[in-house]
Each structure stands twice: as structure tokens, then as C-alpha cells.
């Protein structure tokens, strides 16, 4: 493992756990049904499900768009190396495990700083035999580092694609358009950018509410218009594929997102909202509903 993440000692991985503030890798964990997050990750979700009641529908769908961009990727256009930086915790369908379907020999790289992340990252190094995964301790904020460590995996004179799904809204403008563009320019020609953000184009008043609850626990939470977006993309030179910039629903959608088995109605009517979550189907979304732009580049 890149950086030798996985030798880190225990008691110091404990150290660097801060149980006492919300963490968005957990927080999205809460609302795809995980368990590996702690009251205070909880409590945020359950605050921003407050707000905006059918909030979880954009992390479902934001969800649901990286599985349909990689198979994309995959699929039609043939990539087997993939560099997922904000990877958040393990859960069901992770990028190698919906590439190394249709092409055995993907290699994967995923990225992220929470230490929970790192704690249970074994789950993310469960590569076919014909592939190869790893995991790097790093910060979006450090891309030279993670290029360098990247680079013990992934073959940088082959096609790339870059997956920066729901991270950049946690970064300031300052930052985050360098930050965009120093790991583009490192890739080579015919890599791609896949790339998702919350916006309050669509329905605004349900997302700053959404945002207030969020910066109150000491988030960094940017919202940008689908211009800003898609100056990620032009900045870098990148073409972008159709359907350009849009609601992650509205991107190549395939009806066939994963729908939860139901557990009995008396159970499930036990259950507090934020509970309820992880068994809510997500096909009776609405433009109404979301709030998460997605889009997928290629460098020439």
C-alpha cells in the first residue's frame, strides 16, 4: 500500500480519530446506510435530513452517477486505471469492483484522509488477481504527493481517469481550481475527469439550508453554478461528454440503480428518519429533488 498506509500503528491511527466532530466521509456514510461513522457523524446527517427531508437523495444519486460514469468509462471507452481521490468509506459497489467487472486487469488507486477511512481500507484492497488496487493516506489539498505515490500503481503514460465525486464543494475557490489542474495536467492524452459538486442552481433554498447546518459543524461547504463547474473542465482543456453539466440523475440515466430489500413495515416505521434512510428507493426522484451537478471530461 502506497505510503505504507495499511503499517500505520493502531494507537496512533486511534490518535488521529476525532470522534468529537463531524467528518463529511462519515456523514455520506450515514446516508448510504454504513455503520462505521459515530454519534456526532450521525446527528450532522440527521440535521442536514432536517432541513432538506429528501436531502438523501442527492448522495444516493451522486452515488448512483459514479457507478454509471465508470461503467462508461469501462465499457465504451476502455479504461483500467482509475484514481479516486475523497473515496469515503467502503460500501457496495466500489470503483475496482464495478471496473475489474468488465475489465479484470483495472487498476484502481483511491485516496482519502480520514483515519476511518484508512481503518477499514482492506475493504477497498480486494482487487481480482488479474488487477491491482491501493490505497493512499493523503489529502486532496497535496496532489504532488499523491501523483508520487499514485504512481507505485498506475501507469501514467496510459489513459486515466481522474474521480473527484462530491469532494470539491469542500474546497475554497483558491484552492480548489489549481488543485483540479495540477492533477489533469499530470495525466496523459485520452484521460478523463469525472467529477460531481452540490450547486444552488437547482432548488436553492433547500440547499443552503442544507449548507447552514453543515458550516455550523465547521465545514467547508462551496456551492457552485454549473458555469463554475465547468471551469473545472475548460481550465484544463478537457472536452466534455454529453450530457455536459448536469443533475446527477439527469446523467445517462439507466434505471437500474440498486434498490434496497425492504425490511418489515413495523421495523422500518420503528425507526427514527435518518434510520429510514438506507431503505428508501431512489426512483421517484424529481428535479425538485437534487442538487449535485455531474459530468464526465476528456484531455485530447
Known amino acids: 500500500m502506497s505510503g505504507d498506509a495499511l503499517s500505520q500503528n493502531p494507537a496512533e491511527l486511534r490518535r488521529r480519530i476525532d470522534t468529537t466532530k463531524a467528518h463529511p466521509a462519515r456523514v455520506y456514510d450515514v446516508f448510504l ?5 459515530y454519534p456526532v457523524d450521525r446527528d450532522a446527517a440527521a440535521a442536514g435530513l432536517a432541513a432538506n427531508p429528501r436531502g438523501y437523495l442527492d448522495v444516493r444519486h451522486n ?6 460514469a465508470v461503467g462508461t468509462l469501462a465499457r465504451e471507452d476502455g479504461i483500467r486505471q482509475f484514481l479516486d481521490i475523497g473515496t469515503g468509506l467502503p460500501t ?4 475496482h469492483q464495478l471496473a475489474q467487472r468488465v475489465h479484470p486487469d483495472t487498476r484502481v488507486v483511491y485516496v482519502d484522509n480520514d483515519p476511518v477511512v484508512l481503518a477499514h481500507a482492506r475493504a477497498l484492497l480486494t482487487s481480482g488477481p488479474e488487477g491491482r488496487t491501493d490505497y493512499i493516506d493523503a ?5 504532488a504527493q499523491i501523483l508520487e505515490q499514485a504512481a507505485k500503481t498506475i501507469d501514467f503514460d496510459e489513459p486515466v481517469a481522474l474521480c473527484l465525486v462530491a469532494i470539491l464543494h469542500f474546497v475554497e475557490d483558491a484552492e480548489a481550481y489549481p488543485i483540479v489542474r495540477e492533477l489533469m495536467d499530470a495525466l496523459p492524452s485520452g484521460s478523463r475527469l469525472v467529477l460531481s459538486h452540490l450547486t444552488e442552481d437547482l432548488n436553492p433554498e433547500n440547499i443552503r439550508a442544507v449548507q447552514r447546518t453543515y ?4 465545514f467547508t461547504f ?3 453554478s454549473k458555469a463554475d463547474v465547468e471551469r473545472f473542465f475548460t481550465e484544463s482543456a478537457l472536452e466534455l461528454a454529453e450530457p455536459g453539466v448536469v443533475p446527477v440523475h439527469r446523467w445517462r440515466p439507466d434505471g437500474a440503480a440498486p434498490v434496497p430489500e425492504q425490511p418489515d413495515a413495523a421495523y422500518l416505521a420503528s425507526l427514527d428518519p435518518i434510520e429510514r434512510v438506507r431503505y428508501q428507493d431512489i426512483g421517484d426522484v424529481t428535479d425538485a429533488d437534487i442538487n449535485v451537478y ?4 476528456r484531455k485530447a
Open 139 to 143: 489529502d486532496l489539498r497535496n496532489p
Open 215 to 218: 458550516t455550523e459543524r465547521g
Open 63 to 68: 452515488r448512483d452517477f459514479l457507478r454509471r
Open 33 to 37: 446506510g454504513g455503520k462505521d461513522h
Open 92 to 95: 457496495a459497489e466500489n470503483v
Open 222 to 224: 462551496v456551492l457552485r
Open 294 to 297: 455531474g459530468a464526465l471530461g
